[in-house]
């Protein structure tokens, strides 16, 4: 007699192999067996194999309920239990109660037919059932390698996961199409899937065609949808769910797939009509929703209701300007043609610019007043963002009067920073006729607040301009700046760094101004001018951290802009010239494309800076002239102006020429009167030369950076006191300095750094943080600092002057390095060093 391990089929589900090995072990003892699962899971193949072990020992096998004259004993084996009448499935569930009887049936998991039910609780009772779905990644594997004869590569088998969603049925087509490539494999699953579904009867097909729309639709859709009673389309949907086609636990692309053939297999009129009727249903009852609005749409339905369900939607998703720009994308391909400034403002907001900047141009000449006023803010918007403030300026002045509130401050932030002060303050005039709503307060703030900026004293200026930030704002829309970031900017030229870190890093750790993740037209603003604020403040780790946040992203001007003079910035107070030379021409590559504007003479005078001691300055001449041109425009108000002359102070002493430090100075003395920034740098200045020139004064040096550090410049004060060192002869007023450089280094707190959010492209990386405990070496952790920068070539006077001590005492440190690690040379000490430092850099 064969063995009845012999009939077995091959590729049983894993799910049944232990059942079927039970009835194998004894084919003549009774059996009560339940085997559920979708289509294609492999029911019939189980059934066959339980057939085939009771064949093996002369058992009668019936495929049906008993009727009289069957043989005695005879095991009753049913495919598809569901296609049976009530009163067979009754009979089936009588028969089960019977000890000595076998009852092996299959069917679906349908839950609402109460004659089925009452079966698939009787064999519940007796034994656990054999449930069958789709196959696990290691099952995939070790079918493709009994059918290939070989083990698959790991991509192979993520291809027909993503192309079968591992649905037995599917695998065998699909892999005799192996060597098609990834278009061959999803071809195969499309024409073995479709051929399947055409077995399916009408109703049925419809209901998946519905319900695969979106996971969302009940028996209730679709019986309105399809004219159908309550009792039917609860049938329907129980037995669309139960085909096992459209588990949410399925690939998305296998899903769209799958719903791409139930349309094929209906055919285009019958979709059409299935997808209007369907439209109707929901709308009629309110239920629309979002994720179904899309399907529709790019599934080609045209229709101006779904359009304008489409464009309501979008305009309730303030939240997520990529979801609304993709709803506004929808309404536009099913059928709305008129131009949307919210789609422009959410295309801005996700990045999109240059997209959003097209459909703000072709809005420039609507007959409505109110849209052409958005399609300018956008457009302007979007050309500051791009660096170009004369191009914001120009469409505002082409404009006229803003119609409201949001709109005159978008044209003031553009007025000013492209130095028209008269427009501004003509702008700021013009009397609002819409309602006092809290986004014009807003927006009244920063007008005002900006208008101050110019001629009155900065806690004043930046009281009234700060009053935009608590305000609730149209998240939605997109402006030049953010009350933020010019709150900011505002804080960082008139040397308040408390209030701008405060401001900037709130912003950062709040996330995107409309709370998404998703609007990034402001996130890598916010960033680059935390990493400002910190770089000022002598936290060069902190302020590269910052700038690394949004480092090898899409850059636009602006960004691109103040993200390459910020690492010049860093790389110039750190000493590394090599660094600092390849950021700054990139920068200027930037500069070149960009309009100069007022917002942006921080990075400018960075820019100008180390131009003085590369010996570029003349590179930066006109853009020089426009800068101070512009200021000349706005009246050369204290607040813009003080930094860009501190910084032509530094240009001047790094090119050793008093006559260029002189004019900035004597500017810095005059607004000294009403700026106590402006004194303090003026004053930081003349020390800065009398020390150069061999006169330090401790308490003059101590009282000038000191004053710098108070005011945000804590990295220029350090560098002043480690000047003073150096400059004199005088040991003990040398290590007064350099105890100065040290104190002031040290009483700036640790920043609280918001964290970047860990993204599948970015993941998180573990930080290095003081105090850290760091892998045993012979070096103290003082030697360690002298044996990294001695390896980046420094000399000993620069080793000094960044870690605040002499010239003589680095020399001290180098030898007691080269007898700890026993080196015979200077270069073997080199070499040892590298090795040893090798996880460092």
């Known amino acids: 007699m064969t063995s009845p391990a012999s009939h077995r089929p091959t590729d049983l589900p894993p799910a049944a192999r232990d059942a079927v090995a039970a009835v194998d072990a004894d084919p003549r003892a009774p059996v009560k067996l339940l085997v559920s ?7 019939s193949t189980v059934l066959a194999a339980v057939r085939a072990s009771l064949r093996t020992v002369d058992r009668p096998v019936l495929s049906r309920p008993p009727r009289p004259g069957d043989a005695d004993g005879a095991a009753v084996i049913v495919d598809d239990a569901d296609l049976l009448a009530d009163p067979a499935l009754a009979q089936l569930t009588d028969l089960v109660a019977d000890p000595a009887a076998t009852v092996v049936i299959s069917t679906p998991p349908l839950a609402h037919r109460a004659p089925l039910r009452d079966l698939v609780v009787a064999l519940h009772r007796e034994n656990p059932a054999v449930t069958l779905g789709p196959l696990p990644p290691v099952e995939v594997g070790r079918f493709a390698a009994a059918t290939l004869g070989e083990a698959p590569p790991p991509d192979l088998v993520r291809s027909l996961i993503a192309t079968t969603a591992g649905l037995p049925f599917l695998l065998r087509p699909t892999l005799s199409a192996v060597g098609d490539g990834t278009q061959g494999l999803r071809q195969a699953a499309r024409v073995a899937l479709i051929e399947r579904l055409r077995r399916l009867d009408e109703p049925l097909l419809d209901t998946l065609l519905i319900t695969s729309l979106t996971s969302g639709l009940g028996p209730d859709d679709v019986a309105a949808a399809l004219r159908m009673s309550p009792t039917d389309a609860l049938a329907a949907v129980d037995r669309a769910r139960a085909c096992g086609l459209l588990e949410p636990s399925h690939p998305a692309s296998f899903l769209r797939d799958v719903h791409d053939a139930i349309a094929d297999s209906v055919g285009a009129s019958r979709h059409h009509d299935l997808e209007v009727s369907l439209l109707t249903a929901q709308l009629d009852s309110s239920t629309l929703t979002a994720d179904l609005a899309l399907r529709l749409a790019e599934h080609g339905l045209r229709d101006e209701r779904l359009a304008e369900a489409l ?12 979801r609304a720009a993709r709803l506004y994308r929808a309404a536009a391909d099913a059928g709305n043609s008129t131009p949307s400034p919210r789609l422009a403002d959410a295309l801005a907001l996700t990045g999109d610019c240059a997209t959003a900047a097209r459909l703000a141009d072709g809005m420039l000449t609507a007959p409505d007043q109110d849209q052409r006023a958005a399609a300018v803010r956008i457009a302007a918007s979007i050309a500051l963002h791009d660096g170009s403030a004369t191009q914001a300026r120009d469409l505002f002045a082409w404009l006229g009067p803003a119609p409201d509130a949001v709109v005159g401050a978008a044209a003031t932030v553009a007025f000013l920073a492209a130095g028209d002060a008269a427009a501004a303050r003509a702008e700021g005039q013009t009397a609002d006729a819409g309602p006092p709503t809290s986004t014009a307060r807003a927006a009244r703030a920063i007008t005002e607040g900006l208008l101050m900026t110019l001629d009155k004293p900065y806690p004043v200026a930046l009281t009234r301009l700060s009053q935009a930030i608590g305000a609730e704002q149209d998240r939605s829309i997109v402006a030049p700046d953010t009350p933020a970031a010019l709150v900011t900017l505002a804080a960082l030229h ?7 870190r405060s401001v900037i890093g709130r912003a950062v750790r709040d996330g995107s101004p409309s709370g998404a993740a998703d609007a990034i037209f402001v996130t890598h603003r916010h960033r680059l001018l935390l990493g400002w604020a910190l770089m000022q403040d002598g936290h060069l780790a902190a302020a590269g951290a910052a700038v690394a946040a949004v480092s090898g992203r899409p850059l636009h001007r602006r960004d691109a802009l103040w993200a390459a003079a910020l690492q010049t910035a860093i790389a110039r107070r750190g000493g590394d010239t090599g660094a600092m030379q390849q950021h700054w021409y990139s920068a200027m590559e930037v500069l070149a494309e960009c309009s100069t504007e007022v917002f942006a003479l921080l990075p400018l005078g960075e820019l100008w800076v180390a131009a003085a ?35 032509g102070v530094h240009a001047g002493i790094l090119a050793n020429s008093p006559d260029d430090v002189a004019p900035h100075g004597q500017t810095l003395t005059a607004a000294a009167a009403h700026s106590p920034f402006a004194k303090v740098l003026a004053t930081a200045g003349r020390t800065w030369l009398r020390v150069l020139a061999g006169h330090v004064d401790v308490d003059e040096v101590a009282t000038a950076a000191r004053a710098l550090a108070r005011f945000g410049h804590t990295s220029d004060a350090t560098r002043l006191a480690g000047q003073a060192a150096l400059q004199t002869t005088d040991a003990r007023i040398s290590q007064a300095m350099l105890q100065l450089a040290r104190d002031l280094k040290q009483a700036v707190a640790a920043p609280d750094l918001p964290e970047e959010p860990a993204t599948a492209d970015r993941p998180s990386a573990p930080v290095s943080r003081p105090g850290q405990a760091r892998p045993a070496t012979q070096l103290s952790e003082r030697e360690r600092e002298v044996a990294e920068l001695l390896l980046q070539g420094l000399p000993y006077r620069d080793i000094g002057a960044q870690l605040f001590i002499s010239a003589k005492t680095v020399e001290h440190h180098v030898a007691r390095i080269r007898r700890r690690l026993g080196a015979e040379s200077r270069s073997e000490m080199l070499s040892m060093l590298r090795v040893m430092l090798a996880p460092a850099h």
Do not use: C, N, Y
């Open 37 to 43: 699962g979708g289509i294609g899971t492999g029911k």
């Open 311 to 322: 464009t309501d939607l979008a305009g309730r998703t303030t939240a997520h300007p990529a």
């Open 494 to 500: 008139g040397g308040d760094p408390v209030r701008a």
């Open 613 to 647: 001691r590369m010996r570029q300055v003349d590179r930066l001449a006109h853009t020089l002239e426009e800068a101070f041109g512009l200021l000349r425009g706005l009246g050369d108000p204290a607040l813009w102006s003080v930094p860009l002359h501190w910084a």
